[in-house]
């Protein structure tokens, strides 16, 4: 199956500083999504991008479908961005199944 | 608002005592399916559905059964739960596109514990 890294597995910012999680995938992909899981444990959908560049607020994210690779930006972080953020892709044209990455777990602090 | 609602959102219970949790979306979607998260394993599909009466497994189907009698409905339902059935679970819902995979919405997760 199709094989989602991520990287790093975990960061720690200070409140105001700017990062980016980097989600590398084996073969070519219909659908990426990125999500946070808020320490609730909720999923929350930032990015439906399967190509090209999106931006919401203080968030950005790139995919670069033919070198499989996706990048998502957090600019000036807020403590309410801690949480794990997963990179999930699905590559069999049907939407059966969404394969995650491991995560990239952030912590913000002040 | 549109959203894919679960119930309940946690639930403790004891081996062997049948139960179900409920997923239900009001955007229309024809596909639907379940996750169950565990440390150290991610995020794993254990059945989905493409349409209505239209169901299939997923990775880890095995202790599961799920239904699909109306669009807008998807129970996960464990007839005899085990201790290695807790978890955390979500319900995800999609349009389905023509080639290129639609967005996937997620509920809030149900949290279980089986003793």
């Known amino acids: 199956g199709i094989q989602v890294e991520q990287s790093p597995p975990d960061l720690i910012l200070q409140e105001g500083a700017n990062s980016t999680l980097r989600c590398n995938f084996s073969?070519?992909?219909?659908?990426l999504q990125w999500f946070h899981q808020n320490p609730w444990g909720q999923l929350i959908n930032l990015f439906y991008?399967?190509?090209g560049t999106k931006q919401n607020g203080r968030l950005s994210a790139t995919t670069v479908a033919t070198e499989r690779y996706s990048l998502l930006y957090i600019s000036s972080s807020q403590t309410t961005d801690s949480g794990v953020y997963f990179c999930?892709?699905?590559?069999?044209?049907?939407?059966?199944?969404?394969?995650f990455g491991t995560g990239t777990r952030l912590q913000v602090t002040l | 608002e549109a959203q894919v609602t679960q119930n309940p959102r946690y639930l403790i219970t004891v081996t062997g005592k049948k139960l179900t949790v409920t997923c239900s979306q009001n955007?229309?979607?024809?596909?639907m399916s379940w996750y169950r998260q565990d440390p150290g394993l991610g995020l794993r599909q254990i059945y989905y559905?493409?349409?209505?009466?239209?169901?299939d497994k997923g990775d880890v189907p095995e202790g599961y059964k799920v239904s699909r009698k109306e669009k807008r409905n998807f129970p996960l339902i464990l007839e005899s739960p085990s201790p290695n059935q807790t978890s955390l679970y979500f319900c995800?819902?999609?349009?389905?596109?023509?080639?290129?995979?639609?967005?996937?919405?997620f509920g809030d997760g149900t949290r279980l514990s089986i003793l």
């Open positions: 955007m229309n979607h024809e596909y």
């Open positions: 995800a819902s999609s349009l389905l596109g023509q080639g290129i995979n639609q967005p996937q919405h």
């Open positions: 999930a892709v699905d590559h069999t044209g049907t939407a059966s199944k969404l394969t």
């Open positions: 991008i399967p190509s």
């Open positions: 559905s493409m349409n209505v009466e239209v169901t």
């Open positions: 073969d070519s992909v219909n659908n």
